[in-house]
């Protein structure tokens, strides 16, 4: 069966950090770009970060920039987001999904998606 798994979410207190994977299942990801979004409970779904199917390009949204990291191992077959510095803000379910392209902000762009892992930051 084809499919992402995104696990690693969790609480965590204001200021610390959680490392989410995304791992493929029944494919590779090589020769796919990876996006991460999230979507807090009443909002839309945004983007938070990309990494081209290279590698060598990764693009991040306001809100990520400066405290996440993206990047993918290709041995494991994952891609990862660091997240530092997190805030109450940044509470929400976070997901990966797929794409043939280059990096797009837009869900719309994204034909694979996985099941989402919760981030909770609460004292």
């Known amino acids: 069966q084809l499919q992402l798994v995104e696990s690693g979410g969790g609480l965590v207190q204001p200021g610390g950090s959680l490392r989410l994977s995304c791992a493929a299942s029944?494919?590779?990801?090589?020769?796919?770009?990876i996006g991460w979004f999230r979507q807090a409970p009443g909002k839309e779904r945004e983007g938070v970060s990309c990494?081209?199917?290279?590698?060598?390009?990764?693009i991040y949204g306001d809100s990520a920039k400066g405290r996440f990291t993206i990047s993918r191992d290709r041995a494991k077959n994952t891609v990862y987001l660091q997240m530092n510095s997190l805030k109450p803000e940044d509470t929400a379910i976070y997901y990966c999904?797929?794409?043939?392209?280059?990096?797009?902000?837009?869900?719309?762009?994204?034909?694979?998606w996985g099941q989402g892992t919760p981030v909770t930051v609460s004292n």
């Open positions: 029944g494919f590779t990801l090589d020769g796919y770009t």
């Open positions: 990494i081209d199917n290279s590698g060598s390009t990764a």
């Open positions: 999904a797929r794409r043939g392209f280059v990096c797009s902000a837009s869900r719309d762009a994204y034909a694979m």
